[in-house]
């Protein structure tokens, strides 16, 4: 796999990732519905129709994407969306408060050493095409650093998650 290839399946797994949490919750006002509860995420909920919804629009982002997975994604949503309202973060859209927080409390403390970039491009200098370093120092330093955020994000998740009650229900009365 090329560099840049590795690097576009790192923005498309952030993106993936981001976009787990983009979507916005529909309302059934159609029909009388009695929406079922999936998850509990501290006191908050998250409903079958919430989850049907998130996973039918990640579906076409991802179609190998598992129910459980997008699941997954709301609560560690709830927790980050908690955890900014701590920091007293706000934002525009609930996306926006979540890259804020993310961008405070993981990014802001990412550093990557110049000696980093260069071990990176001496181990993978097969895959550059014969480019120079000075050529592709800053597609390096991209790639490491979301690589980083993404290691600290998921260490950070599982410490949150920890502190937090979480109740799945998804298949408690579902024939799955």
């Given amino acids: ?16 990732w981001l976009s787990l949490f983009t979507i916005h919750y529909l309302l059934f006002t159609a029909y009388a519905y009695v929406d079922r509860v999936v998850a509990f995420v501290d006191d908050e909920a998250i409903t079958l129709s919430e989850l049907d919804q998130r996973f039918k629009d990640i579906q076409q982002l991802s179609p190998d994407s598992k129910k459980e997975q997008v699941l997954d994604s709301l609560i560690n949503r709830k927790i980050l969306l908690r955890e900014a309202r701590k920091y007293r973060i706000e934002a525009p859209t609930e ?3 979540i890259n804020e927080y993310i961008d405070l409390k993981i990014r802001a403390y ?3 050493l110049e000696s980093d970039i260069e071990t ?7 895959q550059f095409s014969g480019k120079r370093l000075v050529d592709v120092r800053d597609d390096i330093e991209t790639y490491l650093a979301e690589k980083e955020v993404n290691e600290r994000l998921s260490s950070e ?20």
């Fill in 1 to 16: 796999m090329q560099f840049k290839d590795q690097i576009e399946n790192y923005k498309r797994l952030l993106t993936t």
């Fill in 95 to 97: 996306d926006e408060v």
């Fill in 110 to 112: 990412i550093r990557v």
């Fill in 120 to 126: 990176f491009y001496r181990d993978n200098v097969d």
């Fill in 157 to 176: 998740l599982v410490k949150l998650r920890e502190g937090s009650y979480i109740k799945i229900q998804l298949h408690a009365d579902e024939n799955q």
